[in-house]
């Protein structure tokens, strides 16, 4: 038995290549909240890790708000009864939530040597139906060894993301709050059938504050 034909859209190659432009994004409205038009270096004379509006794409905030530490809840590793379950993540064992702290006008988290973290963004992102986006690593922080990770932020998402964040160095490494921590490339496509709103995603309307794993 042969199997049934599929309709295919028509493909329109316009629709691919670069990411947008400064332009594009511009005219999204309520794509990014709250919306900064150009890139930030300096902030009442004091330099900051830049965010905001480039060329071909957005550079988005670490919110203070809320930012852990993932542990082993018995400090070594059993196994398999210790091992951390994503489809039954134990949040109270598994993170340890790490202090904000506010020195000469700064303020930061600590990672610990060889550490892997969550935060969350500042801003709130409401995306499209069309347009998709990535998240990329700022150059300052991976130069120290620190890298950030973001999962693909699909159309019809909304709400502030949650970061991954891993110190790979062999030194406490400072994550500075209210300034970049990664960089946003926006895609737009053909219109999806059905975009992460409709289908009721389990991430959808995160609010400012880490979302923790589950199924």
């Known amino acids: 038995m042969s ?7 028509p493909f329109d ?15 999204i409205p309520d ?3 709250p919306f900064t038009n150009s890139i930030v270096r300096e902030v009442d004379g004091k330099k900051v890790f830049s965010y905001g509006l480039g060329s071909y794409g957005y550079d988005i905030r670490l919110s203070a708000s809320s930012f852990y530490q993932l542990v082993h809840p018995s400090g070594e590793f059993t ?3 210790l091992a951390v379950d994503p489809k039954r993540f134990d949040s109270r064992l598994a993170l340890k939530e790490l202090e904000l702290i506010v020195s000469n006008d700064d303020q930061y988290f600590l990672m610990p040597p060889h550490s892997y973290c969550l935060g969350v963004a500042e801003e ?3 995306m499209p139906k ?8 700022k150059s300052s922080y991976t130069r120290v060894g620190v890298s950030t990770f973001i999962t693909p932020i699909e159309s019809g998402w909304a709400g502030h993301l949650t970061i991954g964040i891993g110190n790979m160095s062999p030194a406490p490494v400072r994550v500075y709050a209210n300034e970049g921590i990664a960089q946003l490339l926006f895609f737009r496509g053909n219109l999806c059938k059905t975009s992460y709103e ?3 995603g389990k991430y959808q309307n995160q609010t400012k504050e880490v979302t923790f794993a589950k199924v």
């Open 3 to 9: 199997a049934p034909m599929v309709e295919l859209l």
């Open 31 to 33: 794509l990014i909240t």
């Open 124 to 126: 709130k992102l409401q």
């Open 130 to 137: 069309d347009i998709t986006a990535l998240g990329f690593c």
């Open 13 to 27: 190659v316009s629709q691919m290549g670069a990411p947008l432009s400064d332009q594009i994004l511009q005219s």
């Open 79 to 81: 196994y398999p009864e």
């Open 198 to 200: 409709e289908r009721q």
